[in-house]
């Protein structure tokens, strides 16, 4: 049982160079999301999933395209990538859709830097 | 609105002794629960503490326990007997939001 599972751990970008940070959970559980962190902000949400097909925007949602096509996998792509988007990302999840009575379990993180 | 008001943005404390995170909360819900989030610098976010709104008994973990004062709406963390290991960011996210949001939190020094 792996938890929740974040590939790359860190990543270096240039302007405009796409790429999809990969969120992967073996608990099957239903809710999903991803949260950026930077300095003095504290966490954001960016996207999060109720279940598999069902998707919708967080606090911080421009520049990220989020699909959830399996119960496991929450990949988010960033299309176009800009020096603000240089950030420490985090995936979470827990079991149901009721996520605010439930324990969120966290992937260790993604370093990106974007030049 | 929910939100949440995590008042200290830092704290010490030395190792051995006694120290209480403050978390205010606006809810407008009578059913819900809170949860004390901690980030160590290895950045893994883990579940502290978690505690139901309609029990009146303070949640308690080992070492972490909770001031629970639900007509204040207030959720203070006591972590005793501290320890190195306690430093950390932490979280007190707001309670019954569809879109769970976590402020910038309480980072707390632990001196030996």
């Known amino acids: 049982n792996a938890g929740v599972t974040q590939t790359p751990k860190f990543q270096v970008l240039k302007t405009g160079q796409s790429m999809t940070l990969q969120c992967a959970q073996d608990m099957n559980h239903e809710y999903m999301s991803w949260y950026r962190q930077d300095p003095g902000m504290g966490l954001r949400l960016i996207h999060y999933s109720v279940g598999a097909g069902i998707t919708d925007q967080g606090e911080v949602p421009n520049g990220y395209n989020v699909s959830r096509s399996t119960t496991e996998d929450f990949p988010l792509r960033l299309l176009s990538a800009a020096p603000s988007q240089t950030s420490v990302y985090f995936c979470a999840s827990s079991y149901s859709g009721d996520r605010t009575n439930e324990k969120l379990f966290f992937g260790s993180g993604t370093q990106l830097s974007v030049l | 609105a929910q939100t949440v008001t995590q008042s200290q943005p830092e704290m010490s404390v030395q190792e051995a002794e006694t120290v209480t995170l403050s978390c205010t909360y606006d809810?407008?819900?009578?059913?819900?629960?809170l949860f004390w989030y901690k980030q160590p610098p290895s950045r893994q976010m883990i579940l502290v503490i978690r505690q139901e709104a309609y029990k009146q008994q303070n949640a308690t973990e080992n070492r972490f326990s909770v001031n629970f004062q639900k007509a204040a709406k207030s959720f203070s963390l006591k972590i005793s007997d501290s320890q190195l290991g306690d430093a950390a960011m932490y979280f007190c996210?707001?309670?019954?939001?569809?879109?769970?949001?976590f402020g910038t939190g309480t980072r707390l020094q632990v001196f030996p």
């Open positions: 996210p707001p309670p019954n939001t569809d879109k769970l949001i």
């Open positions: 809810t407008s819900e009578s059913d819900y629960y």
